[in-house]
């Protein structure tokens, strides 16, 4: 069973950054692809970013050239580095995985393609 613990969330300023992890057990991490998404109250769950198992990665329109996903194996932690953060980037994060043989990385932005969820983490840009 694939565990997934995201943390670096916080309270930051319109124009700060702040870089989330997600670190993930139970599985070889190298055979999962891994995407974040958020959610702000009252609107629907949100693609950020999604990278396969060759480091192709997607980003949602709202955030490409303000997020960077990447991931270090070593660690078995996928980060997504925040940058510019603004008010409208305010929401609860979260890292999720899918087994990467039956993923498409064109696709990464689709809740549907993912089977393991962590428990998120905050954002707050005020």
């Known amino acids: 069973h694939v565990q997934l613990v995201e943390s670096g969330g916080g309270s930051v300023q319109p124009g700060g950054s702040l870089r989330l992890s997600c670190g993930a057990s139970?599985?070889?991490?190298?055979?999962?692809?891994m995407g974040w998404f958020r959610q702000a109250p009252g609107k629907e769950r949100e693609g950020v970013a999604a990278?396969?198992?060759?480091?192709?990665?997607t980003y949602g329109d709202s955030v490409k050239g303000q997020f960077t996903i990447s991931k270090d194996h070593a660690k078995n932690t996928l980060y997504l580095q925040m940058t510019n953060l603004k008010p409208e980037d305010s929401a609860m994060y979260y890292c999720?995985?899918?087994?990467?043989?039956?993923?498409?990385?064109?696709?990464?932005?689709?809740?549907?393609?993912?089977?393991?969820w962590g428990q998120g983490t905050q954002v707050t840009v005020s």
């Open positions: 139970g599985h070889t991490y190298s055979s999962y692809c």
């Open positions: 990278m396969d198992s060759d480091s192709v990665i």
């Open positions: 999720a995985a899918a087994p990467c043989a039956v993923y498409q990385v064109q696709d990464g932005l689709a809740d549907s393609q993912y089977n393991y």
